[in-house]
């Protein structure tokens, strides 16, 4: 597949430095787009940004092995720099962190920040400026790739800090460090408590406001497609109005992820509708295998054309570093949103024609189709001598369609009396209203 498909140079602006990691390596493993010295050169030159001094000294070696000459830097001063940061920084986190760890520190500590603050003041001479030590400190840890020390370092700083700026910034590194770690229970309530913080936070303008939602809608992927609940939280979180805007007007390539739960997840296939109404609207700046199978199958109703893309789908799938696990799943509710599909327009159905549509062969569609009669008690049965799918359509008689049409009529009618009603009252009203306004006048 070409890089045509790829979002990672559209996700990596959106990423902190440390998450991107992750995708190049996955790039690199699989051997896709890129040759792997570009990428191993890539990797190299992010970590030079970092104080990750063991990783850096690993992909120089690396490069050198690969005959490409990395970067001069000198790795002995480097480390000694850094190790001599992390040993002041550390002592002075360690001063607060005995302050706070004491038995009767955590017993008199309450919800109250404000409150919280003056007890450790008054009693430990603790200061906002020493408590602002564990946050310099969990960002320095995270800046060395110990993303479990960063993520206890943050946690305590937001426990005491009053500081709206600095506090945002932490839950957004310790989110980082939980996801880095694979974490993914703490990491699924980390996004659960950014969101409501971004949502609720008076950004300086909307715009700033629609910048953070970006960030976090990329942010979540980490956590939604490694999290069981994760699937469901994407299609709770992502069809929300504010988000669906900012997918829209900022990266609409996410539509990628928000198909692919959708599809993933047949209990929630009643949204189908306003994806679908979501795709066309976004069609004109975002196209992909995934979305155009979805535009295929129920806006153009072409099988053919959702037969192509299907099999395009497992290539994007299998290449795509969010969406690789869930492949198999993919491709098998796709198949069931086709087969359902073709059903509704077709009573009477060829077995073989339908195993070619879902690019299966005969023997695996009728297996299949067996499967998917039993499964979703679809009413219908297999003709095996003309080897066909005869569905059982109940059509509904013409005085049970007399009879429905009725009783809409009639509530229709109910609702315009009430309305009339309603409105004569109000006039009625109006009218005594004023004449017992002017009745004092002509007295």
Known sequence: MSAQYDLTSKMIPFLDLHLVFPLLEFLEINELFYTPSTVLEARYELALKTNMIDFIEKLNGELKEASVTPAAIEL????????????????EAQKVMDVIENPDVIAALRQDKLQ??????????????????????????????????????LYH?????????????????KLASEILVGNWEVAFEAVQELKDNIDKTHFPSALHQLEQRTWFLHWSLFVFFNHPKGRDA?????????????????CPWILRYLTAAVI???????LLKDLVKIIEQESYQYRDPVTEFVEALYVNFDFDLAKQKLVECEEVLENDFFLVAVQEDFIQNARCFISETYC?????????????????????GEK?????????????????????????????SVYQQIIE??????????????????????????????????????A
Request: aromatic share 8%; with cysteine.
């Open 116 to 153: 919280n603050l003056q007890f450790l003041r008054e009693n430990y001479g603790m200061t906002p400026e020493m408590i602002q030590t564990l946050y310099k400190f969990g960002q320095f840890q995270y800046s060395c790739g110990n993303y479990g020390g960063a993520a206890d370092m």
């Open 264 to 270: 993933t997840n047949r209990r929630r296939k009643n």
């Open 368 to 396: 299949w189709i067996v499967n998917l009669i039993r499964d979703t008690r679809v009413d219908a049965k297999i003709d095996y001598q003309e080897n066909t799918v005869v569905m059982n359509t109940n059509p509904t």
């Open 344 to 364: 509704r327009i077709h009573q009477k159905i060829d077995i073989s024609e339908l195993s070619q549509t879902l690019n299966m062969s005969k023997e695996e």
């Open 234 to 250: 994407v299609i709770d979180l992502f069809f929300q109005p504010q988000y669906i805007n900012t997918i829209q007007t900022s």
């Open 76 to 91: 002995g001063k480097k480390r000694e720099e850094i190790l001599e940061q992390f040993q002041n920084q550390q002592a």
């Open 405 to 442: 049409k009725t009783k809409g009529l009639s509530f229709r009618s109910q609702v315009l009396a009430t309305s009339i009603d309603k409105r004569e009252a109000a006039q009625a009203k109006a009218a005594q209203q004023e004449k017992t306004q002017a009745a004092p006048e002509s």
């Open 157 to 173: 700083y937001r426990v005491l800090s009053t500081d709206d700026v600095h506090g945002l910034s932490a839950l957004w590194g």
